[in-house]
């Protein structure tokens, strides 16, 4: 069973249809990346899983439980970490504060020292930041502190929108570096990007979102090699 | 005019605008967290008020010893807190929850409706003619010696203020629900992501809003000793002005701010004449937000990354 299971999902905003039929699927521990260029409904997607926007039609089912129509902080509590497009870290919070919130579903005082502690293991600079406030770190920073926050929730699946944006291309290297990590914990991804070169590279699977549809899908590989992808996302051909 | 009558004047002021700040709260609070201006707030404390005048002709308050008025002004603070807390929370799940996602101009509208039917019910409560508010406690001078006044009563909004203002911005730093508050006002897409359940954090903070009004209703009735149904419009609109000039939004803005207020109206109306009050508190305002449009202690926008 996988652990992730869109199914026809079809979500919008008053007249306009963001997303169009689409049925992806995320099997336990996988990476998977979808690609697509501005405005194909990457975002959307992905906050429809979150419960943020609601689905019209279609199902998402989370370890064969449906989830559709759930509040978002219901489903972010079944264990579906969601680190939003644009970063979206709390500007006037400080970053320990920002990582207290990620951790918002655990109660347990110390244990929650624990999961902040391990995630600032990943994000070294994070740890000497701690009494800064959010909005005063750096664009890299900020992501990773976004990144981070979504990890202290200890997630099972990980929603990763457009983690490079903007960023340096040594900062993208070593946030791809710790994404590429979080399966070996244990932690599904889905990995949205513009930068597919990188982001097939990780995948073992990978979808292209083009106007709200699913129009290709196979591993990483295939997808990179793939002549019509390399031509409108890859930049070759 | 000796430095003693100045004294007394700001002595006044402070303790009105303690009262102020009381009110100043709840706008603030709800604004920072859904960026409404809640018009009812005002109405929602003349209703409190009302409660409370019921309450003391229930308990018969009136004809009490010290110990039970002490006693019976404690009940009141937490029942008429309770009543408007309550009242503010269903007024937000049934009004303004179903507009959330309107344009923001629908709930605005709305909260200007839900003033007028709040002032209706306290027609239909204490009638239309301004009703006294029984001196429950002794007027007797706390102070040494005779130059300046300071009651009983005056103690009591002093002994209820100060610990709610302390206890709410405890709340605020350093509790669950006030980092979820935090949260939420700062962005709210990102709050529901991080597990924080919005409706209720909201709620919440709509509940802690009417709250503090409701203890304010009690101060006010025993401070000021007259009430009526349409007290709930000026009284709301010193409190919304004090938030404002504070930084709507901000918590120490709003207390700063109505203490600001409190100060002005005392020295305008010894000084320059009672019906002057209102023109030069505007005026002061209007002058400062040229200067500072984001108020005293507000963030400038140009801060929000
Ligand atoms: N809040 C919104 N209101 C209205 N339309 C939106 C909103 N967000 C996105 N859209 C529209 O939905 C479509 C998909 O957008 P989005 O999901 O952001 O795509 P992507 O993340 O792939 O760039 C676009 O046509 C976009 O204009
Ligand atoms: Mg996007």
Redesign the pocket.
Known sequence: MPMLEVQELEA???P?Q??NAVSLEVREGELIAII????????????AISGI?SARRGQVLFCGRSITGLKPHAIVRLGIGHSP?GRRIFPRLTVRENLELGGFTQRDAWQLKRDIAEVCELFPVLGTRMNQLGGTLSGGEQQMLAVARALVGRPTLLLL??PSLGLAPLVVAKLFSVIAGLTARGIAVVL?EQNARAALKLAARGYV?E??RITLSGSGQELASDNRVREAYLGEG | MSVQFFLQQCLIGLTNGALIALVALGYTMVYGIIGLINFAHGDLIMLGACLALSLVAALGLAAAGPATTWLGIGLLIVLCGLFCGTLNVAVDRFVYKPLRNAPKLAPLVSAIGVSFIFMNVGLFWIGSADRSFPELLPSINLLPGNSLQFNWKDLLVVLVVAPLMVGLSLLVRVTRLGKAMRAVSQDPTAAALVGIDVDQVIAATFFIGGFLGGAASVIYGLYINTIGFQMGFQNGLYAFTAAVLGGIGSIPGAVFGGLVIGLVRALASAYVGERWTGAIVFAILIVILVFRPEGLLGRRTSEKV
């Open positions: 919008g905003y008053g306009i963001a997303l697509g260029a501005n405005g194909a409904g990457k975002t959307s997607l992905l906050m926007i497009e929108d457009e949205v979102l106007a709200g």
